[in-house]
């Protein structure tokens, strides 16, 4: 198994250009969300999916779309990136969304904005 | 809202001795979970060990172990016999709906 992936694993992108992150997971894990990690900061959760088709906000969902139209797969998506959006970012999954499931990383995906 | 405070930015330690990092939260839930993610320089997230705030006995897991005050909202991770795998930051996170984590403690591991 895989477990969960990530593409790219680096980009750099110029204010205003748009850009999608792919993550897929074999796990057949019903949950998946999005993190950025900023230095000096901890993972904070941007979206999440609590099954096929869902999405919802998290703690800063502001300038990312996200989508799961299949179960294995959570697309991040940036319309206009800004440099404030320069980060590495996470994608996890978990079975379900109980308090005390274990969330399963991806390798992360740096992006930097000029 | 809960937060989670690491307040070691950086911690060192000999190899085959046992160092032990700290974690404090706070939430208003009475029912929630505890972790402790390890991160290595390849970047992937690794869950260390986990516990219940329900549970009373501190969780362990081989040379990994919890100090778990529940009242003083205390998470601490203690690690034996250190070895140079573990050398990697550190996160204490708590779910009580979201993951939320701390700002990590960069762990290095001397021969």
């Known amino acids: 198994n895989a477990g969960v992936t990530q593409t790219p694993k680096f980009r750099v992108l110029k204010t205003g250009q748009s850009m999608t992150l792919l993550c897929a997971q074999d796990?057949?894990?019903?949950?998946m969300y999005w993190y950025r990690q900023d230095p000096g900061m901890g993972l904070r959760l941007i979206h999440y999916s609590v099954g096929e088709g869902t999405t919802a906000k998290g703690e800063v969902p502001d300038g990312y779309n996200v989508s799961r139209l299949k179960k294995q797969n959570f697309l991040l998506g940036l319309e206009s990136a800004a440099p404030s959006q320069t980060s590495v970012y996470f994608c996890?999954?978990?079975?379900?969304?109980?308090?005390?499931?274990?969330?399963?990383f991806g390798p992360g995906t740096r992006l930097t904005v000029l | 809202a809960q937060t989670v405070t690491q307040s070691q930015p950086e911690m060192s330690v000999q190899e085959a001795e046992t160092v032990t990092l700290s974690c404090t939260y706070d939430?208003?839930?009475?029912?929630?979970?505890l972790f402790w993610y390890k991160q290595p320089p390849s970047r992937q997230m690794i869950l260390v060990i986990r516990?219940?705030?329900?549970?009373?006995q501190n969780a362990t897991e081989n040379r990994f172990s919890v100090n778990f005050q529940k009242a003083a909202k205390s998470f601490s991770l203690k690690i034996s016999d250190s070895q140079l795998g573990d050398a990697a930051m550190y996160f204490c996170?708590?779910?009580?709906?979201?993951?939320?984590f701390g700002t990590g403690t960069r762990l290095q591991v001397f021969p």
């Open positions: 516990q219940e705030a329900y549970k009373q």
């Open positions: 939430t208003s839930e009475s029912d929630y979970y």
């Open positions: 996170a708590c779910n009580t709906d979201k993951l939320i």
């Open positions: 796990m057949n894990h019903e949950y």
């Open positions: 996890a999954s978990s079975y379900f969304g109980g308090l005390g499931n274990e969330q399963f």
